[in-house]
């Protein structure tokens, strides 16, 4: 998998990908990550990005033939069939774990960051494939996003986690939070293990642990419970 990523800081996007899975993937070869500056493609001298807003109002709106400009150029230099442009930005879709599935299937994406009060408009209309934003806050700058939708992209690729199984378990990637994990010692400060998961007994241990996954997500976020998730049994 490649992912560009088309931004204003690309310093920021330095080191997150340098670290555990992410970094072991690239290692692997399992993905390419290629940050890009949207300033590199803005030709007046002093680089310009932003204008005010036709209309008037607060604050400033990036202007679109940088960003058009950019990824024109990046696909010519990169054999894209198949590549979804998303843009990073609070009236996105919200990003879940549904969708971080949808985008590792691609082959190559393209992430763009915004900034800002907004991107013009004519972006979202002639170019962008996709909207996505990773939670009903605001943030400043479109690349902490960026950061989150890789990291989770990324470690959805097969052979990116250490055991190919390992992320069947996590929160919401059947629907429920974790059950509780323990590890050495038996006991700390007097507080004991749940003694099941000493037993030996797997069938039990997977039976408290799918209780567990279901008591936990129904007191924590009824709102996971509720979308229909659960059988009869459950
Ligand atoms: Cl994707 N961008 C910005 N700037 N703020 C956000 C966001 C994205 N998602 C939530 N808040």
Known sequence: MRIDILCLFPEMLASPFDYSIVKRARERGLVEVV??????????KHHIVDDYPYGGGPGMV???EPIFEATESIKERVDYSDLPIILL??????FTQQVARELALHQNIMLICGHYEGVDERVREHLVSDEVSIGDYV???????AM?????????????????????????????????????PKVYRGWTVPSVLLSGNHGEIAR????QAILR???????????GN????E
């Open 217 to 227: 997500t129904l007191k924590r976020r009824p709102d996971l419970a509720k979308q």
């Open 89 to 94: 930005t609070p009236q996105g879709r919200l």
């Open 35 to 44: 940050v890009h500056n949207i300033r590199d493609y803005s030709h007046d």
């Open 208 to 211: 408290w642990r799918w209780q």
């Open 139 to 145: 943030l400043s700058a479109g690349e902490l996003a």
């Open 148 to 184: 989150v939708v890789v990291d989770a992209v990324v470690r959805l690729i097969p052979g990116a986690l250490g055991s190919p199984l390992s992320f069947h378990s996590d929160s919401h990637s059947n629907g429920l939070l974790e059950y509780p994990q323990y590890t050495r």
């Open 230 to 233: 659960l059988s009869a049994e």
């Open 62 to 64: 990036l202007k679109p």
